[in-house]
């Protein structure tokens, strides 16, 4: 199974930018997918998921009204639409997937935004 994230990039305040996990090597069916992310110095931070059963979405409150999490069963592909990014958004994004029996994690993409 291999995540792969794309879409990161440097972008000013207030600018937007959607992030991209390709999953291959399985089907797309997961307990749950999400996103998180960790800035220098932190720890790792979940930033929004959805589950595989129906489709719930759940935000952390530093991205509520901002970001958009998402996914294309077609595409085997999830994203991330973050709008109004803001200088403390700079951080590494990564992109989980939880499944029956394992945990599986993409090598990260980095987000940076100027203030």
């Known amino acids: 199974v291999q995540l792969v994230e794309s879409g990161g990039g440097l972008v000013q305040a207030g600018g937007s930018l959607r992030l991209s996990c390709v999953v291959s090597g399985t089907t797309f069916s997961f307990n749950t997918m999400g996103w998180y992310r960790q800035a220098p110095g932190k720890q790792r931070e979940l930033v929004a998921f959805?589950?595989?059963?129906?489709?719930?979405?759940k935000y952390m409150d530093f991205v509520k009204g901002r970001f958009t999490i998402s996914r294309d069963n077609a595409k085997n592909t999830m994203y991330l639409e973050m709008n109004s990014l803001e200088p403390e958004d700079t951080a590494v994004y990564y992109c989980?997937?939880?499944?029956?029996?394992?945990?599986?994690w993409g090598q990260g993409t980095q987000v940076t935004v100027s203030s």
């Open positions: 989980n997937a939880v499944g029956f029996l394992d945990v599986y």
């Open positions: 959805i589950t595989g059963r129906d489709g719930s979405i």
